[in-house]
């Protein structure tokens, strides 16, 4: 970075103007950035920069650290110790909250298991009630079954003989009815 300045060491006028700016900045209480002392002094980028720079630099080194005063450090403990302890205390009352809470959750959640393993064992009994029952069933319907068979074999060995029955009567029918005829015939003659 080249800046304009003699061999001697001797600022420049617009080295002068730049750091006057920045004291002018500074005393106004203007942040003083290159920028501000380039627009304040009518200066290049360059030496604005350097002055800001400088002046930045010479504050920095001026301003001794300072402990904090033991009465400020008492104040700043105080509102510490209160601050955590009203945290604290927040933080214990939403975490019972939160354990109140998921108890009742585990409660119902055990309940509804007990609930559920009630009624799992109910289906299993109405299953076996069912199966029983389907069993039951087809025993009736194949003994139904069975049972139709041999009343449809004995209707059938019934009509069997009813029909032979059928035959022998209209053969002693029409025997009668031929002897009938000839008896008839012969108290005629």
Request: proline share 3%; aromatic share 2%; no cysteine.
């Amino acid at each position: 970075m080249v800046t304009e300045q003699n061999a001697s060491n001797t600022p420049t006028p617009a080295q002068s103007r730049a750091a006057e700016a920045a004291e002018a900045l500074a005393t106004e209480g203007q942040p003083v950035t290159a920028r501000t002392v380039r627009v304040r002094a009518e200066v290049a980028t360059n030496v604005a920069a350097e002055a800001a720079r400088k002046w930045n630099e010479s504050t920095a080194s001026a301003v001794p650290e300072t402990p904090i005063p033991d009465n400020v450090m008492a104040r700043y403990a105080a509102a510490w110790r209160e601050s955590q302890a009203e945290a604290s205390a927040k933080f214990a009352a939403e975490r019972d909250a939160f354990m109140a809470k998921l108890q009742a959750s585990n409660d119902e959640i055990r309940e509804l298991t007990g609930d559920l393993t009630e009624a799992e064992a109910k289906i299993e009994e109405l299953s076996a009630a069912v199966a029983d029952a389907k069993a039951a069933l087809a025993d009736a319907e194949r003994a139904a079954a069975v049972r139709a068979d041999e009343q449809a074999a004995l209707l059938s060995t019934e009509r069997t003989r009813a029909d032979r029955a059928d035959v022998l009567l209209e053969a002693v029918s029409a025997e009668r009815d031929r002897l009938l005829e000839t008896v008839r015939s012969m108290t005629r003659d």
